[in-house]
């Protein structure tokens, strides 16, 4: 299996890290507009191979994508990152026009491949990389669910001191502070969750969560990459090894949940084929409200890049 990771700054390193060290991959590509980068950051994952044993051949090109033909998987994270102060939706004019024409080289190159998109504003990058890719939709789709679920995860295991690992969750919605968690479906070992926490607790994590990129951002000057690059190589194992894992993606819905053409996210099975299938739950009409809320959302930014790309035509 070959996978491609364009942007090897600090989520696309991680995320080829992740994919090396764990051998879900035979060959990783990193890809990056800046001069000898994507060279030292592959050749250092690969001198690490020695030390945490693995087999993955990591390499690095310079805006060289004759190297990512016939790419299995492409993640792109290149792209600007948000400072303290700006939202997600600030970086789009840049970012739209790094992820159009890196989808333009990734398809000439792998015209089969599975594309994930990781650069933000999340769901409008993913709406950007699909209709220029012209792939079918289940071909196409954004990482934020599983970051978004992991980090309510965590919080979640910490207040209950319990194991992250028995946490389970979903959330659905946009990636960003109108993502919608489902406390509804968040289960610890097999109990519902609110057999465990008080009611203000959980608000409280669930709030922290909506915010939590954003919480990252102002700690550190730049935004998160551990959690964001692990979540996209789940991903890419998930296809890669036809696993089925369940996992909220972001993807253009046609009809389900009752939205059509808007890009969300929604629990699906993961598989060889990307998205094998999209799980419909029977939301509850709070559930709804926020989801037509975030979707709402959603579609202004969409309409946003229409007229930015309506205006350069
Ligand atoms: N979806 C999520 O949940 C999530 C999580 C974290 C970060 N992000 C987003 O991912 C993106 C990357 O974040 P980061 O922290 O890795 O930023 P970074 O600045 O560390 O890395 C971005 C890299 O992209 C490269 N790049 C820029 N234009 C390029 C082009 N045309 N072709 C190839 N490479 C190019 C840059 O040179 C840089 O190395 C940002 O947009 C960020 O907002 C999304
Ligand atoms: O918050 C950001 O800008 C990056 C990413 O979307 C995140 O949630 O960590």
Redesign the pocket.
């Given at each position: 299996m070959k996978v491609t990771v364009?942007?090897?700054?600090?989520?696309?390193?991680?995320c080829a890290d992740v994919l090396a060290y764990r051998e879900i991959a035979n060959e990783v590509v990193l890809?990056?507009?800046?001069e000898g980068?994507?060279e030292g950051k592959a050749l250092d994952i690969w001198q690490k191979a020695p030390i945490n044993l693995y087999d993955t051949r990591t390499v690095g090109v310079t805006?060289d994508y004759s190297k990512t033909a016939g790419s299995d998987v492409v993640v792109i994270?290149?792209?600007?990152?948000?400072k303290p102060g700006m939202t997600?939706d600030d970086?789009i004019s840049t970012?739209a026009g790094?992820v159009t024409?890196?989808t333009e080289n990734i398809v000439k190159h792998s015209p089969d491949a599975i594309i994930i998109?990781?650069?933000?504003?999340?769901d409008v990058?993913t709406y950007a990389a699909h209709i220029t890719s012209k792939l079918p939709r289940t071909r196409v789709m954004?990482?934020?669910g599983i970051?978004?679920t992991a980090r309510y995860r965590a919080f979640l295991a910490e207040a209950l001191n319990v194991s992250p690992k028995d946490i389970q969750a979903v959330l659905m919605g946009g990636?960003g502070d109108t993502m919608v968690p489902l406390p509804r479906y968040t289960t610890v070992g097999g109990i519902p969750v609110t057999e465990l926490i008080d009611e203000e607790t959980l608000n409280a994590i669930v709030d922290r969560t909506k915010n939590g990129?954003g919480e990252l951002v102002k700690l550190m000057g730049?935004?998160?990459?551990y959690?964001?690059?692990s979540?996209?190589a789940q991903m890419v194992e998930a296809i890669v090894r036809d696993q089925r894992r369940v996992f909220p993606v972001c993807m253009k819905l046609e009809g389900e949940y009752g939205i059509d053409g808007v890009y969300l996210g929604v629990p699906v099975i993961l598989g060889k084929n990307g998205i094998e299938r999209i799980i419909e739950l029977d939301l509850n009409e709070d559930e709804k409200q926020l989801l037509e809320t975030s979707r709402g959302h959603v579609k202004e930014v969409m309409d946003a890049l229409d007229n930015i790309n309506a205006a350069k035509a």
């Amino acid at each position: 299996m070959k996978v491609t990771v364009v942007g090897a700054g600090n989520v696309g390193a991680t995320c080829a890290d992740v994919l090396a060290y764990r051998e879900i991959a035979n060959e990783v590509v990193l890809v990056d507009i800046k001069e000898g980068f994507a060279e030292g950051k592959a050749l250092d994952i690969w001198q690490k191979a020695p030390i945490n044993l693995y087999d993955t051949r990591t390499v690095g090109v310079t805006n060289d994508y004759s190297k990512t033909a016939g790419s299995d998987v492409v993640v792109i994270t290149s792209g600007l990152p948000r400072k303290p102060g700006m939202t997600r939706d600030d970086l789009i004019s840049t970012n739209a026009g790094i992820v159009t024409s890196v989808t333009e080289n990734i398809v000439k190159h792998s015209p089969d491949a599975i594309i994930i998109v990781v650069s933000n504003p999340l769901d409008v990058m993913t709406y950007a990389a699909h209709i220029t890719s012209k792939l079918p939709r289940t071909r196409v789709m954004g990482m934020a669910g599983i970051l978004d679920t992991a980090r309510y995860r965590a919080f979640l295991a910490e207040a209950l001191n319990v194991s992250p690992k028995d946490i389970q969750a979903v959330l659905m919605g946009g990636h960003g502070d109108t993502m919608v968690p489902l406390p509804r479906y968040t289960t610890v070992g097999g109990i519902p969750v609110t057999e465990l926490i008080d009611e203000e607790t959980l608000n409280a994590i669930v709030d922290r969560t909506k915010n939590g990129g954003g919480e990252l951002v102002k700690l550190m000057g730049t935004s998160a990459w551990y959690a964001p690059g692990s979540a996209a190589a789940q991903m890419v194992e998930a296809i890669v090894r036809d696993q089925r894992r369940v996992f909220p993606v972001c993807m253009k819905l046609e009809g389900e949940y009752g939205i059509d053409g808007v890009y969300l996210g929604v629990p699906v099975i993961l598989g060889k084929n990307g998205i094998e299938r999209i799980i419909e739950l029977d939301l509850n009409e709070d559930e709804k409200q926020l989801l037509e809320t975030s979707r709402g959302h959603v579609k202004e930014v969409m309409d946003a890049l229409d007229n930015i790309n309506a205006a350069k035509a």
